[in-house]
Nanobody, 118 residues
Framework: QAQLVESGGGLVQAGGSLRLSCAAS????????MGWFRQAPGKEREFVGAISWDGGRANYGESVKGRFTMLRDSAKSAVYLEMTSLEPEDTANYLC???????????WGQGTQVTVSS
């Protein structure tokens, strides 16, 4: 069964950095676009970023552009989200996702919580 497991969340002060990891198992995602989303309590799920199957292209949501970077290691079936200059507004549960063959985000992890204190 395909599974995505996030890790690396935690509590960090504003201005700090964190690196989130997403490990895939149960099937290969090396040919799939992978993405990160986040959801804060009482808010809608927000797109953070997506990276192409080969890691050559990535795009980001406006609120994180220039501060967050996505990387992927297909050999390890892993995707990373490097977050810098964190702000309290970045506090959320961060979820990893993978596209299915029909182009929808069909695979989701449970998320890892990031809390940024001011």
């Amino acid at each position: 069964q395909a599974q995505l497991v996030e890790s690396g969340g935690g509590l960090v002060q504003a201005g700090g950095s964190l690196r989130l990891s997403c490990a895939a198992s149960g099937r290969t995602f090396s040919d799939k676009v992978m993405g990160w989303f986040r959801q804060a309590p009482g808010k809608e799920r927000e797109f953070v970023g997506a990276i192409s199957w080969d890691g050559g292209r990535a795009n980001y949501g406006e609120s994180v552009k220039g501060r967050f970077t996505m990387l992927r290691d297909s050999a390890k079936s892993a995707v990373y989200l490097e977050m810098t200059s964190l702000e309290p507004e970045d506090t959320a549960n961060y979820l990893c996702a993978a596209e299915t063959s029909d182009g929808t985000w069909g695979y989701w992890g449970q998320g890892t919580q990031v809390t940024v204190s001011s």
